[in-house]
Every structure is written in C-alpha cells, then in structure tokens.
C-alpha cells in the first residue's frame, strides 16, 4: 500500500508556472505507476499526465507542450511541471498510483488507479 501527498499548489497570474509534488510513503515506489488528475469546480475529473515504471510518459492534448510529468524513484516522488498556465488550468490537482512493475504503459483512465492523494488547490488568475 502507499500514501500520497500533493505539494505545490497555489495561487498563480496566468502564462506563470507551477510545479506540483507528490510525496509517496511505504516501498517500492519505483514499482507504481503514477498518474495526475484534476477537477475544476462543477466538472469532472480529467486526466491531466501519467508515468509509466518504464518512465514512459503521456500528457493530455489540452497542457501538451505547457505541461510535463516526471519521477525521482531516489525520492519517492512525481512531479507536474506546469507552465504557461491557463485560467482554464485552475482546479484541484490530485496524483494516482497502481502498482505496474517493470513496464512500459501509462494509464489514463482514474479507474485504473489504486490510491490517491487528497488533492492540491492550483489556481489561475487572468
């Protein structure tokens, strides 16, 4: 099992940046696969970036090329780098994981995941 803890979030003038943490406790972290999500006042929880073992990477259209995820297994961490943001961009941020071993996929589906941090407040200003 493992816990998750978002840092980073704020308050932010749009065309700024972000960088979103998430802090993982218990072992093997290198063995999960990471995901980051996030919910805008009214609306869904969307997918936002994944990470695979493997470190295989994926973004949703809507932040590629603003937004990039990444993992220090030393660590025990995955971060969102986040620039350019939008107002659009303002929502709670909240990081997934599941355990995937030694593998090359990504998941981007919030059903795919296993455990989830509470979430981290980014908001942006016009």
């Known amino acids: 099992q493992v816990q998750l803890v978002e840092s980073g979030g704020g308050s932010v003038q749009a065309g700024g940046s972000l960088r979103l943490s998430c802090a993982a406790s218990?072992?093997?972290?290198?063995?999960?696969?990471m995901g980051w999500f996030r919910q805008a006042p009214g609306k869904e929880r969307e997918f936002v970036a994944a990470?695979?073992?493997?470190?295989?990477?994926y973004v949703d259209d809507s932040v590629k090329g603003r937004f990039a995820i990444s993992r220090d297994n030393v660590k025990s961490t995955v971060y969102l780098q986040m620039n350019s943001l939008k107002p659009e961009d303002t929502a709670v941020y909240s990081c997934?994981?599941?355990?995937?071993?030694?593998?090359?996929?990504?998941?981007?589906?919030?059903?795919?995941?296993?455990?989830w941090g509470q979430g981290t407040q980014v908001t942006v200003s016009s």
């Open positions: 997934a994981a599941r355990v995937s071993p030694f593998s090359p996929i990504y998941y981007v589906s919030s059903g795919q995941y296993s455990y």
């Open positions: 218990g072992r093997a972290f290198s063995s999960y696969a």
């Open positions: 990470i695979s073992t493997n470190d295989n990477t």
